[in-house]
C-alpha cells in the first residue's frame, strides 16, 4: 500500500516568510509524529498527534512553530517567521496506534530558509 | 537525560559481515530501533527489539541487546553494496512517550 508522502519535497523560503508543510500518513494509522533533521545529524523529535489531537508537543523549539491534524489524517506543520536555523529535513512519520512502536516514515521536506 | 551514541563510519568489503553498535543511556528503554536511511531518501524501519530479548534475527540482520552494558548492535550478515548506507539506532523509553530518541548514525561503506 502507499507509504506516508509529504509535500513538498523541497521548500525555499526567504527569512522573515511562513511555510506549511504537508504530511499524508499511511492509511488507517492514528499516530503521526513530525521530526526534524539537521545535516550530519539524526531526527529530533518535535510533536505526536493521537487522532485530531496533540497528545506530545514538548520537542517544538518556539512558538513560532505549530501543527495542527483536523480531521485526525493529514497533518500541516506551520513554521512563522521563518529563520536561516530552521534549515533543514523535516520528516513526519506514522504508526497503527499510540503505542508508536512501529513509526514509518516519510521522504521529508527540504526546506531551506535564504 | 536520554542520550543515544553511535560511531561516525564503517567501512566493509562486499561479503564480509558488517556490525554496527550503539549505546544508550536511557535504563528504562523499551523499545530499541534500527533505521537505515539512503541519500535523500527518508528513513526505513529495518528492525527493532523489545528489552526483554537478547537477540532477534531477520534473514541477514541480527540485532544483539546486552541491557547490562546498554549496548545495542546490528549485525548484517553477508554486506552488498546497496547496504551502503547511514545507519541510525534509536530508542523509546518507558516513560509513556512515543518520541524517537536517534543517535547521529553511522555511515556504512561496502567496497566492491
Known amino acids: 500500500g502507499a507509504g506516508v508522502s509529504q509535500t513538498p519535497s523541497n521548500k525555499v523560503t526567504e527569512k522573515g516568510k511562513y511555510v506549511e508543510l504537508r504530511c499524508d500518513p499511511i492509511s488507517g494509522h492514528t499516530a503521526l509524529y513530525w521530526y526534524r533533521q539537521s545535516l550530519g545529524q539524526g531526527p529530533e523529535f518535535l510533536i505526536y498527534?493521537?487522532?485530531?489531537?496533540?497528545?506530545?508537543d514538548s520537542g517544538l523549539p518556539n512558538d513560532r512553530f505549530f501543527a495542527v491534524r483536523p480531521e485526525g489524517s493529514v497533518s500541516t506543520l506551520k513554521i512563522q517567521r521563518t529563520e536561516r536555523g530552521d534549515s533543514a529535513v523535516y520528516l513526519c512519520?506514522?504508526?497503527?496506534?499510540?503505542?508508536?512502536?512501529?513509526?514509518?516514515f516519510g521522504p521529508g521536506t527540504r526546506l531551506t530558509v535564504t | 537525560g536520554e542520550d543515544v551514541e553511535q560511531s561516525l563510519f564503517l567501512s566493509v568489503r562486499e561479503g564480509d559481515s558488517s556490525v554496527i553498535n550503539c549505546t544508550y543511556t536511557?535504563?528504562?528503554?523499551?523499545?530499541l530501533y534500527w533505521y537505515k536511511q539512503e541519500p535523500g531518501a527518508g528513513l526505513q524501519l529495518l528492525t527493532y527489539i523489545f528489552s526483554n530479548m537478547d537477540m532477534k534475527q531477520d534473514q541477514r540482520l541480527t540485532v544483539l541487546l546486552n541491557k547490562k552494558d546498554k549496548h545495542l548492535s546490528l549485525r548484517i550478515a553477508d554486506t552488498q553494496t546497496g547496504d551502503s548506507a547511514i545507519y541510525f539506532c534509536?530508542?523509546?523509553?518507558?516513560?509513556?512517550?512515543?518520541?524517537?530518541?536517534f543517535g547521529s548514525g553511522t555511515r556504512l561503506q561496502v567496497q566492491p
Open positions: 512519520a506514522s504508526s497503527i496506534g499510540g503505542t508508536g512502536y512501529e513509526q514509518y
Open positions: 534509536a530508542e523509546i523509553p518507558d516513560t509513556g512517550r512515543r518520541a524517537l530518541t
Open positions: 536511557d535504563s528504562s528503554s523499551t523499545y
Open positions: 498527534f493521537q487522532g485530531t489531537g496533540a497528545a506530545d
